[in-house]
């Protein structure tokens, strides 16, 4: 089962335009993380951020976190054709690992 | 290229077989994690090791699945008497120990059972 559902399912938007998706868990975490996964190709790690902090940065991506409301929200400034891909979330609950149901992001050239 | 490697890339059995996959993390890696992934889904957590110690096993899909790890490098992974429903994608995953480290990915390994 899935601990952690993505808002929205699928997202469309023009190069160079904003992309925000979110997170929402169900129970306390250690840390959230973000992966991409391009078609045909396989996960790669974007970026974590631990239970106690509220904001990170990493290039064009930004992520908040919000223990209390059990949500994350993942930013993608400026995005680019090369951004397309599903975005997930991950959570770590100690001994066990929940990823999403993703966020596929189509960015149109 | 000293990313995880999976083998094989691609499986086809029959059903009622029994498969075994194999993984090969990043070296100074302890930590090894096989998910499972189908269509349209995120991964899903089935297992991982703390060196050569299975430390979560509880979400392994049935007691036909089974992994080990017994020198605590490679990794394998197998189904016993595969069913239709076990074609997927098996990833595995690979990082340091401790909670505030990403999980390197390798390729996966997709299972068709006819």
């Known amino acids: 089962s899935q601990q952690g559902e993505e808002d929205p399912q699928a997202l469309s938007i023009q190069e160079g335009e904003n992309a925000t998706m979110n997170c929402s868990y169900k129970t306390s975490i250690n840390n959230l993380q973000w992966y991409r996964q391009n078609s045909g190709r396989g996960l790669v790690h974007l970026i974590l951020i631990r239970s106690n902090e509220r904001e990170k940065h990493s290039g064009r991506l930004r992520v908040t976190l919000d223990t209390s409301k059990k949500s994350s929200s993942l930013l993608i400034t400026a995005s680019r054709a090369a951004d397309t891909a599903s975005y997930f979330c991950?959570?770590?609950?100690?001994?066990?690992?929940?990823f999403g149901t993703g966020t596929s992001l189509t960015v149109i050239p | 290229d000293t990313g995880v490697s999976q083998n094989p890339r691609h499986k086809i059995t029959k059903r009622g077989q029994n498969v075994t996959f194999r993984c090969d993390p990043i070296s100074e890696h302890n930590r090894l994690y096989w998910y499972r992934q189908t269509l349209g889904q995120g991964p899903e957590f089935l297992t991982y090791f703390q060196n050569e110690a299975q430390l979560e096993k509880s979400r392994l899909l049935s007691d036909r699945f089974s992994a080990e790890r017994p020198k605590g490098s490679f990794s394998t992974l197998e189904i016993q008497r595969t069913e239709q429903g076990d074609s997927a994608m098996y990833l595995c995953?690979?990082?340091?120990?401790?909670?505030?480290?990403?999980?390197?990915f390798g390729p996966g390994t997709r299972l068709t059972v006819t």
């Open positions: 991950a959570t770590d609950r100690g001994n066990q690992f929940y």
């Open positions: 995953a690979s990082s340091l120990v401790g909670g505030y480290h990403e999980q390197y």
